[in-house]
């Protein structure tokens, strides 16, 4: 495996690569992050991953000094995995100077995720439009575990016309239905034994809406009650439409639910999608 910093290196790495395939991550990586490298293998023939850990989408009360580094390990795993490039660069690499110019996604940004972390999906995007006019793919690949960063950078690109293909990996889960997520390392064994729940109470909503229920917010209320009953703290259980996360109108059928809950000290997140009967 390739490993280069400067984005010169890497354009003279990539020219005259065929078919590329990028995933990009912050590192800390876990089994879901490795999955979708070997899915990445499926789509293209240069498979290029990059690890940086993106201060723009760091809210004040989220500390990106303490955010692991774990790059040795993160390199093993890559190479193992078949990639092929990785992309490493430091700060100064990415911003030589202040980035003034941004990606301001439009208002969905604000909501979900967005309203509990202000800014993050600005930086989040204006990283991933960066890191892609640096790589270049034909492909870019993005785990459905994170599924409002998945739903904006899939309009993002195709709004400015990028030709680039946005594929979504499902989430990876654990036997027992836990969302593989670097978070998880935090929870305490008594919480490990309790995580679970987030995913049943999502699968519920779905058995609910499939049997015929239509009071979403009845739905969501109840998902709420019942992981703050066993000491979540919920920030949101919310079922929107998979297009666009706005609220479902009659006749929608392709829909999500998103949850996203404290447990202890770690903040997870999940989501299901599903489809309603016609």
Not at 101 to 114: H, M, R, S, T
């Amino acid at each position: 495996m390739e490993i280069h910093a400067s984005i010169p290196a890497l354009r003279t790495a990539l020219k005259g690569r065929s078919r590329i395939v990028f995933v990009p991550t912050m590192g800390n990586l876990h089994a879901g992050h490795i999955t979708l490298m070997r899915e990445a293998r499926q789509h293209g023939d240069t498979v290029v991953a990059s690890i940086f850990v993106n201060r723009l989408q760091f809210g004040p009360n989220e500390d990106f000094d303490k955010y692991p580094r774990t790059f040795a390990a993160d390199c093993a795993q890559l190479e193992a995995a078949g990639v092929d490039v990785l992309f490493a660069p430091t700060e100064t690499d990415l911003y030589p100077e202040p980035q003034q110019y941004q990606v301001d996604p439009p208002g969905i940004q604000n909501q979900l995720e967005g309203e509990f972390r202000p800014g993050h999906f600005r930086g989040v995007a204006t990283v991933v439009l960066k890191l892609f006019n640096i790589v270049q793919p034909q492909i870019a690949l993005f785990g459905k575990k994170d599924y409002q960063q998945l739903m904006i950078l899939r309009n993002m690109t195709r709004q400015l016309a990028l030709p680039i293909e946005i594929v979504g990996s499902d989430t990876v889960r654990a036997d027992d239905g836990l969302a593989l997520s670097s978070r998880n390392g935090y929870l305490t064994p008594d919480e490990r034994q309790e995580a679970p729940r987030l995913s049943r109470v999502l699968a519920g909503i779905r058995e609910a809406a499939a049997a015929g229920e239509r009071d979403f917010a009845k739905l969501e209320r109840a998902a709420v009650a019942e992981l703050n009953a066993h000491g979540w703290r919920s920030d949101y259980v919310a079922i929107r439409r998979q297009s666009d996360l706005q609220t479902p109108e009659p006749g929608d059928r392709e829909l999500v639910v998103l949850a996203a809950s404290r447990l202890g000290t770690p903040r997870l997140i999940d989501n299901l999608e599903f489809q309603l009967p016609a």
